[in-house]
């Protein structure tokens, strides 16, 4: 299948903030960027370390200005916002944003500071994540891959999935249950499930997990 874009969403959100000292006309502003994988099933997981926020505060009169915009603008390129639709979207949250503000100066007090959130969702396919990856390494020099032990291997624990499942494998990226099968997969320590044969084949050569690099023993 043919490698998509990730998709992006945004929204305005408005945060209280108690302030002892007062302030005159100030705004907080936090761009939180959070990243999920999902699968063709419509499963969805964030990925949290990838997921990121950054927060400051600025007078309100510079709210939206030229500068905070471009700001903004970097931010969402870097996190692989390429679609020409960007800039369309900033505008109206930014409009939206400074609606927000002129109503909260009208009623909170001095010792509240509005804070405006632009909470950013970032969606990718987990078989574009797994290409992109294996896309990085292979640029990368990299040491030689180090296998699990057989102990280790052999301990991994086996478990039963229940009704229709349809996730999938995301080694062999087939179903991980299908009709006349076995329904019982193998889970490691990190809690990712996947065939047994292709697990096993996998830590035979790496004893990371494929999905998140959590680390089997080995023997050196």
């Known amino acids: 299948m043919a490698r998509r874009e990730a998709r992006f969403t945004c929204c305005v959100k408005l945060e209280r903030e108690?302030?002892?000292?007062?302030h005159l006309l100030q705004a907080g502003f936090r761009l939180q960027i959070r990243k999920f994988l999902k699968d063709d099933n419509g499963n969805v997981q964030e990925a949290l370390e990838e997921s990121s926020q950054e927060k400051f505060f600025l007078p309100e009169f510079a709210f939206g200005c030229n500068g905070h915009h471009i700001l903004v603008t970097y931010r969402l390129r870097e996190a692989g916002w390429h679609q020409s639709n960007l800039q369309r979207i900033l505008d109206a949250a930014f409009s939206e944003a400074k609606l927000i503000l002129e109503r909260e100066r009208s009623t909170c007090g001095i010792h509240i500071v509005p804070t405006i959130v632009f909470c950013v969702n970032k969606f990718v396919r987990w078989e574009d994540e797994l290409e992109a990856r294996a896309l990085e390494l292979s640029m990368q020099e990299v040491p030689k891959t180090v296998p699990a032990t057989?102990?280790?291997?052999?301990a991994l624990k086996k478990v039963k999935l229940e009704g229709d499942?349809?996730?999938k494998c995301m080694i062999c990226m087939e179903q991980l249950i299908s009709s006349g099968t076995?329904?019982?997969i193998t889970s490691m320590p990190c809690s990712h499930l996947f065939h047994g044969d292709c697990i096993e084949k996998w830590l035979n050569t790496s004893h990371k997990c494929p999905l998140c690099r959590f680390p089997m023993p080995t023997d050196g």
């Open 18 to 22: 108690f302030t002892v000292i007062p």
């Open 182 to 184: 076995d329904k019982m």
């Open 150 to 154: 057989k102990e280790s291997i052999q």
């Open 165 to 167: 499942n349809t996730e």
